[in-house]
Every structure is written in structure tokens, then in C-alpha cells.
């Protein structure tokens, strides 16, 4: 391939070909060296890969002069090395290619024919809920109630694992998918057939980002787009804008990476790097360890950039070395890297970026972001007058639309019985959940339990509920665990305590966590504050928080309470981490602490105190808060290359629960009665021909919404009630409420979750009429020929009547998780287009994925422009001459009085490809037929 495969000799006498970036600048094929890194990296892929098919010599000139202001009209077709999915949207993957296996065994052709082609881990880190907490039995319990609610997925994906050859699976209780990522599958580099290339990836949650840390290419995709890679598809993508974001200066003493990583999420979500790629350079960036720039990369998905990528350089290769890699595997990663002249962080002026930013690392300052957004990034000590104003600003306006003179009401909460409830079902203080875990007589003795039921409490507006130590963005960084437990230490010999009502939880994103922060003697006063061990996974960030108690729930219900979480995640969109509470705060490890012992947000810690301590004297933050030298001290013990070597050298060490689950055998899933796990309909009717896609007419609205509406609100992943349609079908179906779960763990049954879709208690459909405070009905609800229904209800009756439905939207539609079945439902409801201000750069292609028109307004239309109210009938024309890559097509609005106005709107399948996979109906179609055909 334009003669740059070249012989790299390692210092231990192997030999490794790879394919050479600087030879090929040397031929003069493009200004390589000036790209930025992760364009070169991307360049590599499409080098490597080149083989006249899907992969052409033109896509690799049209790369390798990549200009930084060009038009971005090139497509890259990027083969990656390997696939990590997270079990819940990992499941409905492995549903789909179940169904593939069964709709070519009904061909009469080899089911083995479906294989994934590059290696998939899938490792299980959504399902644990944190439904015990505060005690030294928490873990164990979690675990137990997890499996006894996910036997089902559970035993699937273990049939999958003896189904596919190239798929594995991390089992529960070892730690958050990303984590696991950094700490254990990257490897450095790959080397496939005596050939090295650099680890290259992509994943099913949004937050693969994370990877970027130590200089690796991968984002997160849907499901669907992952499925495709594993079969052999190239993922494809526009070439992107990269924007140079210059670091420079330190962190002063005090501040977190964390407040780094929600300033960062301010400031690009204000420059608009949505779909682009973000590349950090500069001594600053130098100066941050890995775990730190973890951290930032990490959240690209609320900035909204595909990557948030870092080079590789000596921080890199210090990490690898800590996280115990062979000495083989570091060596051949950075002679690999120096060679390809990739090594070391650019500084100003060595690259040419489409823009460049500067941030000054000695200018952050501690903060949170919330209420609702975690780009609404708020400094700590404008929380308490934030919090006061937001109170009464209108819910339009991101506030809570209540009085003012509200906030100082108190609220008495009911007598609390002996018993709190988790998911509907009935907890005693010993923790023993009925109809669900038998467990022994011996059990450990409660924890703090009893004190969590004392009849004094009282709720105000403010007040914290959840504080939770939770996975994904910091709860694998060391420098912020250490600083949250050294608080927690300090905290305790002042004689602070958390309030008993407040749910208090750690679930660390990996084992590592628990080993360090015990080896400094951290974790004991952590669990004395209420932040024991509950689980290694997601938790609270993916609204796996469990339930309130009864008591709480009611107090807030009844007297519309806007109650707090603060947690050390990265999401915290409406009705995410509860459904009852409102206000939820990211923060870092150490100010979840500091907010869970001030029991409020609505709070000055600079000026005023977390509490009373043993003498009767107030103590502030500042009197806990630990040194920058007190960190550092405890640091060295994070990274204990033995400790990452026993930890990850057996899965099924120890784990009881996980290999007692029996394994289906049979390269064909049978399909047993499940409310779990179901055939997807997507191949129902399989022919090798595609149908023909056409003009849409005489479309119904099914849903107006305004903006910022995100994957949560169109499909949530927590838990619903029995009043809900999915609730109903789980009743009719003989499921009692206590064993509902949640809709993430669903995700294998496209019954449940099509009545899930749209289905947010939060979401906000402007087709209903206004209420007399101007305020609109919350929930999954629209109008069904002028009366109220749930939204699945009326799709149901416009599917009868054969009527096509159309989305409308504001700015970025599908912002958040990379959750396919916020495509698959809104495909399976009947919507033919989603039409909206701008989309998030996932959900439009899981949109194309499933043969979802995804449309852009013009201009300055939008629904409310036009005055739309979802009465009207709509066509979109344009489509039947054939379909190009962002054409303008013509939307037709037809009023109740008969008149008609034309509209030009944008058509948002942006590349050629995805015009064929809308024409197969779906990405996945399309791939079934190309593998169909290539093997007659």
C-alpha cells in the first residue's frame, strides 16, 4: 500500500511490521506530520485497511491532506480493532444477532454465517441497583438482588459467550465498563499476523471516551453501528473539525479534576463542538496524569464532541507500567508510537487545527454543575444563591417555577415504619428483601440501619436525598477518591455525622478502588459516614439509585418538594437519578462528602458550616478539606502493578453468583418465553431485496418537543410504574410489580420497550394544551383525535389506521446516552421522520440506522416559528427521485382549515452510505443482505 510497510526491530530482537505514516508523508501523499494526532491515527485504520473495496486509495489521499477549514464532504470508512458494549445495550445487540442467526438458519443458509469479526468484550456494569446501603453487607446483597433480578440476561449472555467465538463477557462485580477498558483490555498496541497497529475501538455507551486518555481512537456508537463494525462494515463518518484545546498552567491546591472536567464541559459546550473531534495539547495537558485526563475524556458526551482526546507521551507509559502491563507490551507501545513519530504532547503551533482554545489550568475553581445539565457548571460558593434563584425561575428556563417565598418552608415527614421499599418490595432493618433472596440466619448485623427510621425528619426545599460516590467520570481517579476519603477522616474525628435519611453509597468503578482506599485506612471512616461499599458498576449515574423510603417519597409527592441528589457521576438529566427528585449536582468525590454532611445544597460552604463538631463548634469545609501534599503522600499506593495483575487474572474468582448461571448451549438461540429477552422484530419478513423508500404523506404529529431533549427523555433506563404501559404489560404478562426491574434491564424485550419510548415522567409534549399556571403535563402523553393518551396508545391507533407519524423538535435532539432504543422504539412506534433545530451526533445516525428520516429546519423555523400544535397533516416531498447526502427536501404543512405551506428542510443523512442503509430499511438489513450475497 503506496509502499509503506515498514520492519520496526524491539529491543528484545522481535520484529514487527507496521504500516508507516511518516514514509507515506514521504511520498509525498500529504503533509502528515502536520495532522492532528487522532487524525493520524484514524489515517493508520484507513492505510491499513486499504483494499480497493471499501477501503480506497482515494480515502487515504482525501485523509492525509485533511484541511483544517475544509468542507467536510468526505467519507471515512474506519475499520476499528475491537467492540466493549456494556450489558445494557450490550443485550439488545446480542438479541439482534440472535435474530440474525435465526432469520439465516429460516434461509435455509449456515447460521454460523454471523460471527463477529473483531474481538467483543461485553462487561456488565448496569444492572446492580443500590438497594441496600450503609452497611458492611451492602456489596453482597446488591450482588444478590442484581442476579435474582438479571438470572434471565444473565444466562443469555453466557449462551452467547458459548455461541460466538469472539465474544466475551466481564462478569458483574468487577467494575464499570470504561474502567475496565483503561485498566485491563487496552493493551497498547495490536498485532495481528506479525503486524502492529494502534488500538482503535468503538462502544455502546457514549462514554468510551474515556479510552482517549491514553491515546486511544474510539468514541461511543449505537448498537446498531457497533453490530455492523463487528460484522465486517467499516464505521463511517464525515471527516471531522478537530479543535485544539490548549492547556496551560497547573491546578492550584484544592481543585479537582473534577472541576476541571465540568469547567472544560462549560466552556466547549458554549464553542459548539458537537460531532467534532477535541484534541488537548500544551504543557498543561503534559503536566495532568492519566486518571486526570480520564476524567476529561471521560465526559466528551456532555460537551458534545466525538472525542476528547489525549496523546500518548511518558504520563501514558507510566500508567500502562502502574496497571501492571507486561514489559513486552510496553515496549512494543512506545517504540511503536516513536516511530511513527506520534509520541510526546504537541505544543502551540506544532499542528494545524481547525480552531484552537486556551485554558488556564491555574484559573479553575471548585464547582458543581446541575440542576439538570452538566454543562450549567455553578462555582461552590454561588450554589446557595443559584439554588435560591433557580427556585422561582421559570421551568422554561431551566428553574423549578415555585414561589419564592417557599423556600424556607419545612415539611414534616410520616411516622417511618420499620420497613423502606426497593423497587415496590418490602425491606426490613436486617435488609432481607420477601419474595425475592432467601438469605441464611447468619447474616452481618445492621448498619446505621435503625437509625434511618427515627420520626424526626423533616424536608425542605434543598435537601439533600442521594449522595452517591458513583462510577464512570471519577470514581476510578485516585487523586479524588483519596481526597474524599482524607475528608471523610477528618470529618469523623471532628464528630460530624451524615444525616441517617440520606442515602449514602460507594460503587467505585473498579476493585482497585476498594484495595487502595483500604490499604490507606480510608475506607473504614468513608462507610462511617454512610458511603460503604454498594456495588462496582454504574448505580446512581444510570438511575440505578433504588428507591426512597415510603415516608420520603410521599413527603416530596404531596407537598412538590424540590428535593437534591449531588453524586460524582456525569449525567444528570430530569428524572434520571430519581424520579422525586429534581435538583441533582455533579460534583467531586470529596464535595458529595461535604454535601452529604451539610444535608442541603442550597448552601455557602465557603461561609458557612458543614455542621457541629465534638465541642460545639461549627466546622466548615476548609477544616477538612485535604492538602494537596496529603494526597499526594497516598498516591504512590493507586498504582501497585500487582494489585491490577491479581485482580484481572480471573473473572470467575470468587464470584459464586456468576458461576452458578447456567449456559444454554446451540449456535441458534431457542427463544424461550421471557418478559427479559424476546426476537426482535427487525427481521420479521427478511427478503434479500430491499423495499423502495418514497415520498411521506399525510404524516400525523405525534409528538412537538421543545429543546434539549435527551436519549432519557425519548427512551429512559429506570424504573416505572404499574400504571405505566410497560407496567401494564408486565402485569397482564403475570410479572408482579417487585420483579419490574427497570427499562434498561429490559432492553431484550421490544414489547416492554416500545412502551417505554417517550415515556419520561419528565417529557414535555407541546401539543397538550397549557395548564391555567402556564405550566404542561408532564409524561408520556400526546393527543389522540383532541383527547389525552399515552403516547404508545396513539401510535398503536395511527399504526391501525396504516397513518404514518412524524417527531418534531428543538436544538439538540438526543442529546446523551448513545441508547438505541431511542431509535428502535421510535422506528417501532411508526415515526417515519424526527424533524428538529440540530441533532446529537449518535442519535441521528441510530436514526438512520433504523430507517428514521432525521430532518433539520432551516434558518430560523422550529415548531414554535411555525406555530405548529400537531393538529396539521405533513408531507415530505423530495424523497422519490432518490435520496443524496443532505439534500434540502420540501415539508409540506397542511392546517385543519385546508391551507398549505411549503418549508425547505435539511435532509440529515449526511453521507452516502447511510442512503443506502435508509434504503435497506436499517443498517442492520443492509449488512444481512451484503453478507447474504458475498457467500453464495
Given at each position: 500500500?503506496?509502499?509503506?510497510?515498514?520492519?520496526?526491530?524491539?529491543?528484545?530482537?522481535?520484529?514487527?511490521?507496521?504500516?508507516?505514516?511518516?514514509?507515506?508523508?514521504?511520498?509525498?501523499?500529504?503533509?502528515?506530520?502536520?495532522?492532528?494526532?487522532?487524525?493520524?491515527?484514524?489515517?493508520?485504520?484507513?492505510?491499513?485497511?486499504?483494499?480497493?473495496?471499501?477501503?480506497?486509495?482515494?480515502?487515504?489521499?482525501?485523509?492525509?491532506?485533511?484541511?483544517?477549514?475544509?468542507?467536510?464532504?468526505?467519507?471515512?470508512?474506519?475499520?476499528?480493532?475491537?467492540?466493549?458494549?456494556?450489558?445494557?445495550?450490550?443485550?439488545?445487540?446480542?438479541?439482534?444477532?440472535?435474530?440474525?442467526?435465526?432469520a439465516?438458519?429460516?434461509?435455509?443458509?449456515d447460521?454460523?454465517?454471523?460471527?463477529?469479526?473483531?474481538?467483543?468484550?461485553?462487561?456488565?456494569?448496569?444492572?446492580?441497583?443500590?438497594?441496600?446501603?450503609?452497611?458492611?453487607?451492602a456489596?453482597?446483597?446488591?450482588?444478590?438482588?442484581?442476579?435474582?433480578?438479571?438470572?434471565?440476561?444473565?444466562?443469555?449472555?453466557?449462551?452467547?459467550?458459548?455461541?460466538?467465538?469472539?465474544?466475551?463477557?466481564?462478569?458483574?462485580?468487577?467494575?464499570?465498563?470504561?474502567?475496565?477498558?483503561l485498566?485491563?483490555?487496552?493493551?497498547?498496541?495490536?498485532?495481528?499476523?506479525?503486524?502492529?497497529?494502534?488500538?482503535?475501538?468503538?462502544?455502546t455507551?457514549?462514554?468510551?471516551?474515556?479510552?482517549?486518555?491514553?491515546?486511544?481512537?474510539?468514541w461511543?456508537?449505537?448498537?446498531?453501528?457497533?453490530?455492523?463494525?463487528?460484522?465486517?462494515?467499516?464505521?463511517y463518518?464525515?471527516?471531522?473539525?478537530?479543535?485544539?484545546?490548549e492547556?496551560?498552567?497547573?491546578?492550584?491546591?484544592?481543585?479537582?479534576?473534577?472541576?476541571?472536567?465540568?469547567?472544560?464541559?462549560?466552556?466547549?459546550?458554549?464553542?459548539?463542538?458537537?460531532?467534532?473531534?477535541?484534541?488537548?495539547?500544551?504543557?498543561?495537558?503534559?503536566?495532568?496524569?492519566v486518571?486526570?485526563?480520564?476524567?476529561?475524556?471521560?465526559?466528551?458526551?456532555?460537551?458534545?464532541?466525538?472525542?476528547?482526546?489525549?496523546?500518548?507521551?511518558?504520563?501514558?507509559?507510566?500508567?500502562?507500567?502502574?496497571?501492571?502491563?507486561?514489559?513486552?507490551?510496553?515496549?512494543?507501545?512506545?517504540?511503536y508510537?516513536?516511530?511513527?513519530?506520534?509520541?510526546?504532547?504537541?505544543?502551540?503551533?506544532?499542528?494545524?487545527?481547525?480552531?484552537?482554545?486556551?485554558?488556564?489550568?491555574?484559573?479553575?475553581?471548585?464547582?458543581?454543575?446541575?440542576?439538570?445539565?452538566?454543562?450549567?457548571?455553578?462555582?461552590?460558593?454561588?450554589?446557595?444563591?443559584?439554588?435560591?434563584?433557580?427556585?422561582?425561575?421559570?421551568?422554561?428556563?431551566?428553574?423549578?417555577?415555585?414561589?419564592?417565598?417557599?423556600?424556607?418552608?419545612?415539611?414534616?415527614?410520616?411516622?417511618?415504619?420499620?420497613?423502606?421499599?426497593?423497587?415496590?418490595?418490602?425491606?426490613?432493618?436486617?435488609?432481607?428483601?420477601?419474595n425475592v433472596v432467601?438469605?441464611?440466619?447468619?447474616?452481618?448485623?445492621?448498619?446505621?440501619?435503625?437509625?434511618?427510621?427515627?420520626?424526626?425528619i423533616?424536608?425542605?426545599?434543598?435537601?439533600?436525598?442521594?449522595?452517591?460516590?458513583?462510577?464512570?467520570?471519577?470514581?476510578?481517579?485516585?487523586?479524588v477518591?483519596?481526597?474524599?476519603?482524607?475528608?471523610?477522616?477528618?470529618?469523623?474525628?471532628?464528630?460530624?455525622?451524615?444525616?441517617?435519611?440520606?442515602?449514602?453509597?460507594?460503587?467505585?468503578?473498579?476493585?482497585?478502588?476498594t484495595?487502595?482506599?483500604e490499604?490507606?485506612?480510608?475506607?473504614?471512616p468513608?462507610?462511617?459516614?454512610?458511603?460503604?461499599?454498594?456495588?462496582?458498576?454504574?448505580?446512581?449515574?444510570?438511575?440505578?439509585?433504588?428507591?426512597?423510603?415510603?415516608?420520603?417519597?410521599?413527603?416530596?409527592?404531596?407537598?412538590?418538594?424540590?428535593?437534591?441528589?449531588?453524586?460524582?457521576?456525569?449525567?444528570?438529566?430530569?428524572?434520571?437519578?430519581?424520579?422525586?427528585?429534581?435538583?441533582?449536582?455533579?460534583?467531586?468525590p470529596?464535595?458529595?462528602?461535604a454535601?452529604?454532611?451539610?444535608?442541603?445544597?442550597?448552601?455557602?460552604?465557603?461561609?458557612?458550616?458543614?455542621?457541629i463538631?465534638?465541642?460545639?463548634?461549627?466546622v466548615?469545609?476548609r477544616?477538612?478539606?485535604?492538602a494537596?501534599?496529603?494526597?499526594?503522600?497516598?498516591?504512590?499506593?493507586?498504582?501497585?502493578?500487582?494489585?491490577?495483575?491479581?485482580?484481572?487474572?480471573?473473572?470467575?474468582?470468587?464470584l459464586e453468583?456468576?458461576?452458578?448461571?447456567?449456559?444454554?448451549?446451540g449456535?441458534?438461540?431457542?427463544?424461550?418465553?421471557?418478559?427479559?429477552?424476546?426476537?426482535?422484530?427487525?427481521?420479521?419478513?427478511?427478503?434479500?431485496?430491499?423495499?423502495?423508500?418514497?415520498?411521506?404523506?399525510?404524516?400525523?404529529?405525534?409528538?412537538?418537543?421543545?429543546?434539549?431533549?435527551?436519549?432519557?427523555?425519548?427512551?429512559?433506563?429506570?424504573?416505572?410504574?404499574?400504571?405505566?404501559?410497560a407496567?401494564?404489560?408486565?402485569?397482564?404478562?403475570?410479572?408482579?410489580?417487585?420483579?419490574f426491574?427497570?427499562?434498561?434491564?429490559?432492553?431484550?424485550?421490544?414489547?416492554?420497550?416500545?412502551?417505554?419510548?417517550?415515556?419520561?415522567?419528565?417529557?414535555?409534549?407541546?401539543?397538550?394544551?397549557?395548564?391555567?399556571?402556564?405550566?404542561?403535563?408532564?409524561?408520556?402523553?400526546?393527543?389522540?383525535?383532541?383527547?389525552q393518551?399515552?403516547?404508545?396508545?396513539?401510535?398503536?391507533?395511527?399504526?391501525?389506521a396504516?397513518?404514518?407519524?412524524?417527531?418534531?423538535?428543538?436544538?439538540?435532539?438526543?442529546t446523551g446516552?448513545s441508547?438505541?432504543?431511542?431509535?428502535?422504539?421510535?422506528?417501532?412506534?411508526?415515526?417515519?421522520?424526527?424533524?428538529?433545530?440540530?441533532?446529537e451526533r449518535?442519535?441521528?445516525?441510530?436514526?438512520?440506522?433504523?430507517?428514521?428520516?432525521?430532518?433539520?429546519?432551516s434558518?430560523?423555523?422550529?415548531?414554535?416559528?411555525?406555530?405548529?400544535?400537531?393538529?396539521?397533516?405533513?408531507?415530505?416531498?423530495?424523497?422519490?427521485?432518490?435520496?443524496?447526502?443532505?439534500?434540502?427536501?420540501?415539508?409540506?404543512?397542511?392546517?385543519?382549515?385546508?391551507?398549505?405551506?411549503?418549508?425547505?428542510?435539511?435532509?440529515?443523512?449526511?453521507?452516502?452510505?447511510?442512503?443506502?442503509?435508509?434504503?435497506?430499511?436499517?443498517?442492520?438489513?443492509?449488512?444481512l443482505?451484503?453478507?447474504?450475497?458475498?457467500?453464495?
Amino acid at each position: 500500500m503506496l509502499h509503506t510497510l515498514k520492519s520496526l526491530a524491539l529491543a528484545n530482537g522481535e520484529t514487527l511490521d507496521y504500516y508507516s505514516l511518516p514514509a507515506l508523508e514521504a511520498a509525498g501523499v500529504g503533509p502528515v506530520s502536520r495532522l492532528p494526532v487522532s487524525i493520524r491515527l484514524v489515517l493508520e485504520s484507513v492505510l491499513r485497511n486499504c483494499d480497493g473495496k471499501k477501503v480506497t486509495i482515494d480515502h487515504v489521499r482525501q485523509l492525509a491532506n485533511w484541511q483544517p477549514q475544509g468542507e467536510r464532504v468526505d467519507e471515512i470508512p474506519f475499520i476499528v480493532a475491537r467492540v466493549v458494549l456494556q450489558d445494557f445495550t450490550g443485550v439488545p445487540l446480542l438479541a439482534d444477532l440472535a435474530a440474525m442467526r435465526s432469520a439465516v438458519e429460516a434461509l435455509g443458509r449456515d447460521p454460523a454465517l454471523i460471527e463477529p469479526l473483531v474481538p467483543v468484550d461485553l462487561v456488565v456494569d448496569h444492572s446492580v441497583q443500590v438497594d441496600v446501603f450503609g452497611r458492611p453487607d451492602a456489596l453482597q446483597r446488591n450482588m444478590e438482588f442484581e442476579f435474582a433480578r438479571n438470572g434471565e440476561r444473565y444466562r443469555f449472555m453466557k449462551w452467547g459467550m458459548q455461541a460466538f467465538d469472539t465474544f466475551k463477557v466481564v462478569p458483574p462485580g468487577i467494575g464499570i465498563v470504561h474502567q475496565v477498558n483503561l485498566e485491563y483490555l487496552f493493551r497498547g498496541v495490536q498485532i495481528r499476523d506479525g503486524v502492529a497497529f494502534p488500538d482503535t475501538l468503538v462502544g455502546t455507551d457514549s462514554h468510551t471516551t474515556m479510552i482517549n486518555a491514553v491515546g486511544a481512537v474510539g468514541w461511543g456508537v449505537g448498537g446498531i453501528e457497533a453490530e455492523a463494525g463487528m460484522l465486517g462494515q467499516p464505521v463511517y463518518f464525515l471527516t471531522p473539525d478537530v479543535i485544539g484545546v490548549e492547556l496551560k498552567g497547573r491546578l492550584r491546591d484544592g481543585v479537582t479534576a473534577t472541576d476541571l472536567v465540568l469547567t472544560v464541559t462549560e466552556l466547549l459546550r458554549r464553542e459548539k463542538v458537537v460531532g467534532k473531534f477535541v484534541e488537548f495539547f500544551g504543557d498543561g495537558t503534559a503536566s495532568l496524569t492519566v486518571p486526570d485526563r480520564a476524567t476529561i475524556a471521560n465526559m466528551a458526551p456532555e460537551y458534545g464532541a466525538t472525542m476528547g482526546f489525549f496523546p500518548v507521551d511518558e504520563q501514558t507509559i507510566a500508567y500502562l507500567r502502574g496497571t501492571g502491563r507486561l514489559d513486552s507490551e510496553i515496549e512494543a507501545f512506545e517504540a511503536y508510537f516513536r516511530t511513527q513519530q506520534l509520541f510526546g504532547i504537541p505544543k502551540a503551533g506544532d499542528i494545524d487545527y481547525t480552531r484552537t482554545l486556551t485554558l488556564d489550568l491555574a484559573g479553575i475553581v471548585p464547582s458543581l454543575a446541575g440542576p439538570k445539565r452538566p454543562q450549567d457548571r455553578i462555582a461552590l460558593p454561588a450554589m446557595r444563591e443559584t439554588f435560591e434563584t433557580l427556585f422561582s425561575t421559570p421551568v422554561g428556563d431551566n428553574g423549578f417555577g415555585k414561589p419564592a417565598a417557599e423556600l424556607a418552608r419545612r415539611y414534616p415527614v410520616g411516622q417511618e415504619s420499620s420497613c423502606s421499599t426497593v423497587d415496590g418490595q418490602q425491606f426490613d432493618h436486617t435488609g432481607s428483601a420477601r419474595n425475592v433472596v432467601e438469605m441464611a440466619d447468619n447474616r452481618p448485623s445492621p448498619d446505621r440501619i435503625d437509625d434511618r427510621h427515627d420520626s424526626g425528619i423533616d424536608l425542605g426545599h434543598g435537601d439533600v436525598l442521594i449522595a452517591a460516590i458513583t462510577s464512570c467520570t471519577n470514581t476510578s481517579n485516585p487523586g479524588v477518591l483519596l481526597a474524599a476519603g482524607l475528608l471523610a477522616r477528618k470529618a469523623v474525628a471532628h464528630g460530624l455525622r451524615v444525616k441517617p435519611h440520606i442515602k449514602t453509597s460507594l460503587a467505585p468503578g473498579s476493585r482497585v478502588v476498594t484495595e487502595y482506599l483500604e490499604k490507606t485506612g480510608l475506607l473504614e471512616p468513608l462507610a462511617q459516614l454512610g458511603f460503604a461499599l454498594a456495588g462496582y458498576g454504574c448505580t446512581t449515574c444510570i438511575g440505578n439509585s433504588g428507591d426512597l423510603t415510603p415516608e420520603l417519597n410521599a413527603a416530596i409527592a404531596e407537598n412538590d418538594v424540590i428535593a437534591a441528589a449531588v453524586l460524582s457521576g456525569n449525567r444528570n438529566f430530569e428524572a434520571r437519578i430519581h424520579p422525586n427528585i429534581r435538583a441533582n449536582y455533579l460534583a467531586s468525590p470529596p464535595l458529595v462528602v461535604a454535601f452529604a454532611l451539610a444535608g442541603r445544597v442550597d448552601i455557602d460552604l465557603e461561609s458557612e458550616p458543614l455542621g457541629i463538631g465534638n465541642e460545639g463548634e461549627p466546622v466548615y469545609l476548609r477544616d477538612v478539606w485535604p492538602a494537596a501534599d496529603e494526597i499526594a503522600a497516598l498516591l504512590p499506593t493507586a498504582l501497585d502493578p500487582a494489585v491490577f495483575r491479581r485482580l484481572y487474572a480471573d473473572f470467575t474468582k470468587d464470584l459464586e453468583l456468576w458461576n452458578a448461571i447456567p449456559a444454554p448451549s446451540g449456535q441458534v438461540y431457542s427463544w424461550p418465553a421471557s418478559t427479559y429477552i424476546a426476537r426482535p422484530p427487525f427481521f420479521d419478513g427478511f427478503a434479500m431485496q430491499p423495499g423502495t423508500v418514497s415520498d411521506i404523506h399525510g404524516a400525523r404529529a405525534l409528538l412537538v418537543l421543545g429543546d434539549s431533549v435527551t436519549t432519557d427523555h425519548i427512551s429512559p433506563a429506570g424504573s416505572f410504574g404499574e400504571k405505566t404501559p410497560a407496567g401494564q404489560y408486565l402485569i397482564a404478562h403475570g410479572v408482579p410489580r417487585a420483579d419490574f426491574n427497570s427499562y434498561g434491564s429490559r432492553r431484550g424485550n421490544h414489547d416492554i420497550m416500545i412502551r417505554g419510548t417517550f415515556a419520561n415522567v419528565r417529557i414535555r409534549n407541546l401539543m397538550l394544551p397549557a395548564k391555567a399556571d402556564g405550566s404542561r403535563t408532564e409524561g408520556g402523553y400526546t393527543l389522540l383525535d383532541g383527547a389525552q393518551a399515552t403516547v404508545f396508545d396513539a401510535a398503536q391507533a395511527h399504526l391501525a389506521a396504516g397513518t404514518p407519524t412524524v417527531v418534531f423538535a428543538g436544538d439538540e435532539y438526543g442529546t446523551g446516552s448513545s441508547r438505541d432504543w431511542a431509535a428502535k422504539g421510535t422506528q417501532l412506534l411508526g415515526v417515519k421522520a424526527v424533524i428538529a433545530r440540530s441533532f446529537e451526533r449518535i442519535h441521528r445516525s441510530n436514526l438512520v440506522g433504523m430507517g428514521v428520516l432525521p430532518l433539520q429546519f432551516s434558518g430560523n423555523d422550529s415548531a414554535a416559528t411555525l406555530q405548529l400544535v400537531g393538529d396539521e397533516t405533513f408531507d415530505i416531498v423530495g424523497i422519490d427521485g432518490g435520496l443524496k447526502p443532505q439534500q434540502d427536501l420540501t415539508l409540506r404543512i397542511t392546517g385543519t382549515d385546508g391551507k398549505a405551506r411549503d418549508i425547505a428542510v435539511r435532509c440529515r443523512i449526511d453521507t452516502p452510505i447511510e442512503v443506502d442503509y435508509y434504503r435497506h430499511g436499517g443498517i442492520l438489513p443492509y449488512v444481512l443482505r451484503e453478507l447474504l450475497v458475498g457467500t453464495r
